[in-house]
């Protein structure tokens, strides 16, 4: 005979940070990242989690990488989107380098996780890349 495992999931608050608007631009969700980020030495991929009403519910750090790339897999975004009960999420990303201009592999990325987004009723708004003093969109979206 076998046993099957019983098990039950939930999101664990870790901590918290304040942010002082709503998010109504891209350079709010800049702003936000790089607060979240502060300044990391390697390229950090996060999802930030919006409500009905696109105000942030929850930051998540998806992937950590090196200093070039970051792995990122659809299943990892759509977890806590999924268990924070999102509306949509942004997607945001640094590159360490200070150049925030998307590369050919930021760019499949985005059209991936957005594809899963639609299957899962989960839009995603945006992709925004962080930079020393600026950010680039990975536009596809309505943010």
């Not at 918290?16 to 998010?23: A, E, G, L, N, Q």
């Not at 990892?76 to 945001?92: D, G, H, P, R, Y």
């Not at 050919?104 to 009723?121: F, M, N, P, Y």
Request: glycine share 4%.
């Amino acid at each position: 005979m076998k046993s099957i495992n019983i098990v039950s999931l939930k999101m664990v608050k870790e901590s918290s940070m304040k942010y002082t608007t709503r998010i109504s631009s891209p350079a709010d969700v800049a702003d936000l990242v790089s607060q979240y980020l502060d300044n990391a030495d390697r390229e950090n991929f996060v999802v930030v989690c919006l409500d009905r009403k696109g105000d942030p519910t929850a930051i998540h750090t998806v992937s950590i990488g090196n200093l070039h790339s970051s792995i990122v897999h659809p299943r990892e975004v759509f977890k806590v989107a999924v268990l924070s009960n999102s509306a949509s999420i942004i997607l945001a990303h640094n590159h360490p380098s200070g150049d925030p201009t998307p590369s050919t592999e930021d760019l499949k990325v985005t059209q991936r996780i957005k594809s899963a987004g639609e299957i899962l009723g989960i839009d995603v708004l945006d992709h925004i890349i962080v930079g020393d003093t600026n950010y680039s969109l990975d536009r596809h979206n309505q943010l």
